[in-house]
């Protein structure tokens, strides 16, 4: 990405995780943020298919880098699908960011047709996102994700 477009990417990832933060009612975002695929946000990186964290809301997590394979994150996008995980301490891939994480939602983003990275939201409460909820952010990645296809190609 060359400076202009980066800082553009940068405004709108903020803004996108700042929307959703807002959209999203007090005891389900503890932590809501972008994983992004590093060979898409990193041209020297054209084969690293690790996730670097982005723009975020919360605590610091020490999971600046997930290696595909790992975690929660990595399974949403090797299988370029939602994961609403209602119970993470009942499922042995979940990275824990917090030890007060109950349960979390991760939702692919895809630019022409392939998954460049994910929001994650992470929630002290147990089953925290019903399907109304994960459908309205589904549909929000959905945009967001032709919006960096637009910012790309212009």
Not at 99 to 110: C, K, M, N, R
Request: negative net charge.
């Amino acid at each position: 990405m060359n400076t202009v477009i980066h800082e553009k990417f940068v405004k709108i990832s903020n803004q996108f995780v700042q929307d959703v933060f807002d959209s999203l009612k007090s005891h389900q975002r503890d932590w809501v943020g972008l994983y992004w695929v590093e060979s898409f946000i990193n041209s020297d990186q054209p084969n690293s298919d690790d996730l670097l964290v982005g723009a975020f809301i919360g605590p610091d997590t020490p999971h600046k880098r997930i290696k595909m394979g790992e975690g929660l994150c990595s399974l949403a996008v090797e299988r370029g699908q939602t994961i609403n995980e209602k119970d993470v301490k009942a499922n042995e891939r979940f990275l824990a960011c917090s030890s007060t994480t109950e349960s979390e939602l991760i939702i692919p983003i895809s630019v022409r047709f392939k998954v460049v990275g994910e929001l994650d939201i992470d929630s002290n409460q147990y089953d925290a996102f019903d399907k109304d909820t994960e459908a309205n952010l589904e549909r929000l990645c959905a945009d967001f994700g032709k919006k960096l296809e637009t910012l790309l190609v212009d």
